[in-house]
């Protein structure tokens, strides 16, 4: 017989990153590692990730409260309650909550690689390390992740 995965409301793997907090859903180990989900909530103010492209995954994130504003290349989209954003794998993207309220999404994972890269900024910041641009991107390197660099921010003059 097949096992069946239930996660109940206070269930799952919880993730600390900052001001944002992951509860892992399903890690894959259900699927097959076919798909992992995860309920992401971004706090107030919270700045996302730096603009990057995933190689071998794709990635959907529906807005279940609050706003988050995506960035696909130079274009902005405030994501509300009720939105869905799916970024196939070669899609420049980030996310982040400029708002006054957290947001709450359910971000899913096919396959469910990039899981780990959460659990790894996690124990690096644990360990001491301050999670910056380049440790980031470092750590996204191990999951066929790369920065979006044509869409990085400008030096200020």
Same mark, same amino acid.
């Given at each position: 017989?097949? =096992?069946? %995965?239930? !996660?109940?409301?206070?269930?799952? =793997?919880?993730?600390?990153?900052? $001001?944002?907090?992951?509860?892992?859903? /399903? @890690?894959? %180990?259900t699927?097959?590692?076919?798909?992992?989900?995860?309920?992401?909530?971004?706090?107030?103010?919270t700045?996302?990730?730096?603009?990057?492209?995933?190689?071998?995954? *794709?990635?959907?994130?529906?807005?279940? %409260?609050?706003? !988050?504003?995506? $960035? !696909?290349? =130079?274009?902005?989209? @405030?994501?509300?309650?009720?939105?869905?954003?799916?970024?196939?794998?070669?899609?420049?993207?980030?996310?982040?909550?400029?708002?006054?309220?957290?947001?709450?999404?359910?971000?899913?994972? $096919?396959? *469910?690689?990039?899981?780990?890269?959460?659990? @790894?900024?996690?124990?690096?910041?644990?360990?001491?390390? /301050?999670?910056?641009?380049?440790?980031?991107?470092? $750590?996204? %390197?191990?999951?066929?992740?790369?920065?979006?660099?044509e869409?990085?921010?400008?030096? =200020? *003059?």
């Open positions: 017989m097949t =096992e069946v %995965s239930v !996660v109940g409301p206070g269930d799952g =793997e919880t993730i600390l990153l900052g $001001t944002t907090r992951l509860r892992v859903l /399903e @890690d894959g %180990s699927t097959g590692h076919r798909l992992g989900v995860a309920e992401t909530i971004l706090a107030p103010h700045a996302g990730p730096p603009q990057h492209r995933h190689a071998q995954h *794709d990635e959907g994130f529906y807005v279940i %409260s609050g706003t !988050v504003r995506f $960035t !696909v290349g =130079e274009k902005n989209y @405030d994501a509300a309650a009720g939105t869905l954003v799916m970024i196939p794998p070669g899609a420049p993207h980030t996310f982040a909550n400029p708002g006054d309220q957290p947001a709450v999404m359910l971000t899913t994972f $096919t396959p *469910d690689l990039y899981l780990q890269y959460f659990r @790894d900024l996690r124990d690096m910041i644990t360990a001491g390390q /301050e999670p910056t641009a380049q440790t980031t991107i470092r $750590t996204m %390197s191990r999951y066929a992740t790369v920065p979006a660099t869409f990085a921010p400008k030096p =200020e *003059d």
